[in-house]
């Protein structure tokens, strides 16, 4: 599996707080590494780095085996990063169709630019039969939708704008099991077309275990714990966090 | 798809229909027309048809700017304001000599950047906009009151201008009409109006999505004062003269009004700018008919504002058990 992308030493401090402090981490194409750690514990900040929201105040990034400066959302996305957020980027009152192509509007009239409804609709509808993701129409609104649903939408609008990095913040969040099954689903038939690379920040030791094909554990800013999935038991990823509290309680 | 289509029928459509905001307002305005003729006689008649016009205009062209902004979630509470400075600005550049045409583009441009300082003081510095243009809604008071001394002046230009600009019996509702369609499509059909609208009904994800959040908010204040002040000018030309004390607050809250009760929300992320012209008219309707009726100007306040409080009401609570759906 050749690599997509690599982060190397990061380290990044807001004020006297050290968010992260020298992380390394590594995915190939069609490999899922799930990132699990504590409130706080930056992977977070991982993820906002490799998106370009936050620039590390030293480590490299690599992108396709070239070092890459993410000095912004946009850049990040123009080298095929695309992040769904915990917190949805979806807008309730909009579309399926317009939340898909927010801020890639599809457009006709030159100059002008007005709005191509029809053809967003069309293609919107397009993308989301390709990973099965089944709404009733793209033209409803995305309020009406369930949780499951609308993070579907969001992993959809990500993968159909060519992302080849797809970073996946906690996107099984206060989900029920069925609708977590819709999102483990769709990752699973993701994983299968085998050209993405998917980073997952995840909280479920069962769902990240069954999900990812790697696992890494941040603490307080640091990598203590990385491996397959296939090797790993979530009372190996348990053990290390229950030392940790004995020794915050000791602490 | 096709059997959704197909069953829906008429009875969905309408019920679809009237569900939307605007529909209950134009079910209202139609009741009080055909009562208003009943009980009058006169109300559809082309010298009153021509009255309602100008009640119309002035609020929904201010509405076209105030829904932009409501939807994104700000408000200017000074537009009434700029109505007023702008035919100042016009005469005072018309007094050194500048053929009026371009005194009307001078005080247009005013007008844009007394909204662009709106804009970069609420954005830039953080002050909510209601604090920021209840500021300059006594600041521009007092800057017209400054300029004109107090007094009225007589509005300048020849016949046709003037007839263009608003003295013709309906030039001032044709512009309203015109400004009503530019505004439309610019809400529903362009990325402006989608991204305007994203920022109200999630800033977070329209941020996330590279939305340049400052720059739609400050254009749309840039875009409220420039209309508020063509306002201010259509109606100087149509009066002849020019009034210190012209537009103010109430035409700003007849603008906000006409946005709410076709369906804008005061908390962002929804609002149409057909809507704005429905409620104008219901405002327009009322207006006048209560004008004819002969009811006395106390009691038409009360009218007035017990209906903009019921159209409000009904709308907020229409839009709830829509939001029930959704949430």
């Not at chain 2, 969905?12 to 009980?39: C, K, Q, T």
């Not at chain 2, 100007?297 to 029930?324: E, K, Q, S, V, Y």
Request: net charge neutral; aromatic share 6%.
């Amino acid at each position: 599996m050749t690599e997509a992308i690599r982060a190397e030493n990061i380290v990044k401090t807001f004020g006297s707080v050290i968010a992260l402090n020298g992380v390394s981490m590594s995915v190939s194409r069609g490999e899922t590494l799930g990132i699990l750690g504590d409130n706080g514990a930056g992977k977070s900040t991982l993820i906002k780095i490799l998106t370009g929201y936050h620039q590390p105040d030293s480590g490299e990034v690599n992108v396709d085996g070239n070092p890459v400066r993410l000095g912004s959302v946009d850049e990040a996305r123009a080298l095929g990063i695309e992040c769904v957020y915990q917190d949805l980027a979806l807008v309730n009152g909009l579309s399926i169709y317009h939340n898909m192509f927010l801020k890639r509007e599809l457009l006709w009239g030159g100059p002008f630019g007005f709005l191509n409804h029809r053809e967003m609709r069309r293609r919107a509808a397009e993308a989301l039969a390709e990973i099965g993701v089944a709404v009733p129409s793209v033209e409803l609104e995305v309020g009406l939708l369930s949780g499951g649903q609308r993070q579907a939408i969001a992993v959809a609008r990500a993968v159909s704008s060519n992302a080849r990095i797809l970073l996946l913040d906690e996107p099984l969040a206060a989900m029920g099991a069925r609708e977590a099954r819709l999102i483990i689903d769709l990752i699973d038939r993701l994983k299968a077309r085998g050209e993405l690379a998917i980073v997952m920040i995840a909280h479920n030791y069962a769902q990240t275990l069954e999900i990812c094909d790697r696992v890494m554990l941040i603490q307080h800013g640091e990598v203590t714990f990385e491996s397959q999935t296939a090797t790993t038991s979530a009372e190996e990823l348990l053990d290390i966090v229950r030392r940790e509290y004995r020794a915050a309680r000791a602490g | 798809m096709a059997e959704t289509a197909a069953g829906k029928g008429v009875a969905g459509r309408a019920y679809e229909f009237l569900l939307r905001p605007e529909a209950s307002v134009i079910v209202v305005s139609l009741a009080l027309v055909v009562y208003f003729e009943i009980a009058n006689r006169n109300f559809i008649s082309n010298a009153n048809l021509q009255t309602i016009s100008q009640f119309v205009a002035a609020p929904v062209i201010i509405a076209c700017g105030e829904i932009m902004l409501l939807i994104c979630r700000e408000i200017d509470l000074s537009v009434g304001q700029v109505f007023a400075l702008a035919p100042f600005i016009m005469e005072n550049v018309g007094d050194v000599g500048v053929p009026v045409p371009l005194a009307i583009l001078a005080a247009l441009a005013v007008c844009a950047l007394i909204g662009l300082a709106i804009g970069l003081i609420t954005i830039k510095l953080g002050i909510p906009s209601f604090i920021t243009t209840l500021g300059m809604l006594f600041l521009i008071t007092g800057l017209t009151l400054t300029i004109s001394r107090g007094y009225p002046a007589n509005a300048p230009g020849g016949p046709v201008l003037t007839g263009f600009m608003g003295a013709w019996g309906y030039s001032e509702i044709v512009w309203a009409l015109v400004i009503v369609a530019v505004m439309h499509i610019v809400l529903r059909h362009t990325r402006w109006g989608l991204h305007t609208i994203a920022i109200g009904g999630n800033i977070v994800a329209a941020a996330e999505a590279g939305i340049a959040i400052n720059r739609i908010k400050i254009g749309n204040f840039v875009l409220t004062s420039t209309l508020g002040g063509f306002c201010g000018l259509l109606e100087a030309f149509r009066v002849g003269s020019i009034d210190p004390l012209a537009g103010g607050s109430n035409i700003m809250f007849l603008g906000v009004a006409s946005g709410v009760i076709g369906g804008t929300a005061i908390a962002g992320g929804a609002g149409t700018i057909v809507g704005g012209l429905v409620g104008g008219i219901m405002l327009g309707v009322m207006q006048d008919g209560f004008t004819l009726q002969g009811i006395n100007a106390f009691t038409f306040d009360i009218i007035i504002g017990a209906a903009i409080l019921i159209a409000m009401i009904a709308n907020t609570h229409l839009a709830r058990l829509r939001g029930g759906l959704q949430r």
